[in-house]
């Protein structure tokens, strides 16, 4: 059919019309830590804008393997060398305190927000004339890189990539009650005992302390090094943070008081639809009669880093079981291998997790893998060994869809039992599946929710209505000790003043009716 002019000029005209409803933005995306689970979390919020039509700069330490639309990676690779160095000591550094490990945490901390801002593809993408809507960084021991934001002119989103923590709850000025809001570093549950409460008390004032004392003033440091031109002191750049999305969902942990800019969004890594898995990994599933456990301990701890001990009592626990396992072992051998173990340097958990054959997990307790167990409806055994891991797993245990065996207590009679006690309970299946329908029954997936609302800041030029006015109360003023010194302490005043005249009242009185009661002297008789 052919076109007259003039319905060529209309549909022309339609069209632009069309096209100036829809609003690109220009996005940068800073996913700095060299560990991939946390890559994957940014990346699916990068991958999500770009598919809603947005440019998406990412700045990190890995590159797309293949090029997507929409998306420009920046690639950092100075974060690799630092983080695979202390990662390669994990096993060692999770036997220390937890405040030792705290402090050598945030020693990393310092060294990785320095080494990405030097790096000269950072630097040279802070001297380019480029602009953007919003600067999203993820918030894991780098503070001094939200100063990216105000060097763009652009409003400054968070990403937390494992739930709330005070280095994001602090951000946008999130209440996080200590007698029922535990650390994410200690493994209460939001009902705590008189003693936890006090132990989660002390812990959460040490952190306080050394975060406020010693570690932020560090971060201070970096920021005034890389960023001299910034209006905005280090805290209050902090305090102004437009929006934190959170990997976290009240389904799958407790609530809990938030912001109202603060965005849960945990599990938006998560392909809701399918993709084929290789052929080899197919029919290995596929073919085993009694089903499928599939063995991961996440990017940063290597199975073949493991100590011989534990590695085999992980062959001797595998060799026992009518199961077949998928185990991510980062060798091509495996000495004393069993029959019934696959094992592969990278499998497609996401997927295979999916498949109805694999009917159990055996993990570190991170938080991205155990909330793709609970969406994909599969139990699991946890063998957490620092961070938030071991509250992860309190939590499935709490809920009854998880065992925990703790890596210095690991032996093949433990983790056989905690395996065979696992898959022979009906109700930590029944238990998993229940989570997980409460997990799914939103009205939008948690990558939509993501992409509306840093949609919805750079719509309204930082979404400023959302500040939450404790940001520019002191520690005082927060807490309302201020008020209530004077509130209750003039009410203690009168009241101790009314005891005081009461007191001398009471006394004026016993003064008087001893004197009435008292007898009269006798007047003396004259003598002659």
């Given amino acids: 059919m052919k076109l007259t002019p003039r319905q060529t000029s209309f549909l022309a005209?339609?069209?632009?019309?069309?096209?100036?409803?829809?609003?690109?933005y220009n996005y940068l995306v800073v996913s700095h830590t060299a560990a991939r689970s946390h890559y994957h979390v940014g990346s699916a919020l990068a991958k999500g804008l770009a598919s809603a039509g947005h440019q998406v700069t990412i700045v990190s330490p890995f590159e797309s393997k293949k090029p997507i639309k929409n998306v420009k990676d920046v690639t950092a690779k100075g974060v690799l060398s630092i983080m695979q160095g202390r990662m390669a000591n994990l096993?060692?550094?999770?036997?220390?305190?937890?405040?030792?490990?705290?402090?050598?945490?945030?020693?990393?901390?310092?060294?990785?927000?320095?080494?990405?801002?030097?790096?000269?593809?950072?630097?040279?993408?802070?001297?380019?004339?480029?602009?953007?809507?919003?600067?999203?960084?993820?918030?894991?021991?780098?503070?001094?890189?939200?100063?990216?934001?105000?060097?763009?002119?652009?409003?400054?989103?968070?990403?937390?990539?494992?739930?709330?923590?005070?280095w994001n709850t602090d951000l946008v000025g999130s209440p996080s009650p200590p007698s029922y809001v535990p650390s994410a570093l200690l493994k209460f549950s939001d009902h705590m005992s008189?003693?936890?409460?006090?132990?989660?008390?002390?812990?959460?004032?040490?952190?306080?302390?050394?975060?406020?004392?010693?570690?932020?003033?560090?971060?201070?440091?970096?920021?005034?090094?890389?960023?001299?031109?910034?209006?905005?002191?280090?805290?209050?750049?902090?305090?102004?943070?437009?929006?934190?999305?959170?990997?976290?969902?009240?389904?799958?942990?407790?609530?809990?008081?938030?912001s109202p800019n603060m965005i849960e969004v945990g599990g938006m890594h998560i392909n809701r639809v399918r993709k084929p898995l290789p052929k080899d990994i197919q029919e290995f599933i596929e073919g085993a009669k009694h089903g499928v456990i599939y063995f991961s301990m996440g990017s940063n701890l290597k199975s073949k880093t493991l100590p011989l001990d534990k590695r085999h009592a992980l062959i001797d626990t595998f060799a026992q079981l009518k199961q077949r396992v998928l185990w991510k072992f980062e060798d091509t051998e495996l000495p004393g291998k069993p029959a019934n173990v696959f094992i592969s340097d990278w499998f497609p958990q996401d997927d295979i997790l999916a498949h109805d054959n694999v009917i159990a997990f055996i993990t570190h307790g991170g938080l991205l893998s155990t909330t793709e167990s609970i969406y994909h409806r599969k139990p699991f055994v946890?063998?957490?060994?620092?961070?938030?891991?071991f509250l992860n797993m309190a939590r499935a245990e709490q809920n009854g869809y998880g065992v925990t065996v703790l890596y210095d207590e690991l032996t093949a009679p433990k983790l056989l039992a905690a395996i065979q006690r696992l898959i022979n309970d009906p109700e930590a299946t029944k238990k998993v599946r229940d989570m997980s329908d409460r997990y799914r029954d939103q009205p939008q997936t948690p990558l939509e929710r993501a992409v509306f609302w840093?949609?919805?800041?750079?719509?309204?030029?930082?979404?400023?209505?959302?500040?939450?006015?404790?940001?520019?109360?002191?520690?005082?003023?927060?807490?309302?000790?201020?008020?209530?010194?004077?509130?209750?302490?003039?009410?203690?005043?009168?009241?101790?003043?009314?005891f005081l005249l009461i007191r001398w009242v009471w006394r004026l009185l016993q003064e008087l009716f001893i004197k009435k009661s008292s007898p009269k002297p006798k007047p003396k008789a004259k003598q002659n």
């Fill in 194 to 258: 008189f003693a936890e409460r006090v132990g989660n008390l002390a812990f959460l004032t040490f952190e306080y302390f050394f975060l406020n004392y010693f570690y932020l003033p560090r971060q201070e440091v970096l920021y005034r090094k890389y960023f001299p031109n910034n209006k905005q002191d280090f805290y209050e750049m902090r305090k102004n943070t437009a929006l934190v999305l959170l990997n976290q969902h009240v389904s799958l942990s407790f609530p809990r008081p938030y």
């Fill in 454 to 498: 840093v949609e919805h800041v750079s719509r309204h030029k930082g979404a400023k209505y959302l500040r939450s006015a404790s940001q520019d109360l002191n520690f005082i003023q927060y807490h309302n000790l201020d008020a209530m010194l004077v509130l209750y302490g003039s009410i203690l005043f009168v009241l101790f003043c009314v």
């Fill in 13 to 24: 005209l339609l069209l632009f019309c069309l096209l100036s409803c829809v609003s690109a």
């Fill in 382 to 389: 946890g063998i957490p060994i620092f961070g938030d891991q």
């Fill in 91 to 166: 096993l060692e550094s999770s036997k220390r305190p937890i405040t030792k490990q705290i402090v050598e945490f945030h020693e990393m901390g310092i060294e990785i927000t320095d080494i990405l801002l030097s790096d000269p593809v950072v630097v040279e993408l802070m001297k380019s004339n480029q602009t953007f809507d919003g600067v999203i960084v993820e918030v894991f021991l780098n503070e001094a890189h939200f100063g990216l934001a105000e060097h763009f002119k652009a409003p400054l989103i968070g990403l937390g990539t494992f739930g709330a923590i005070s």
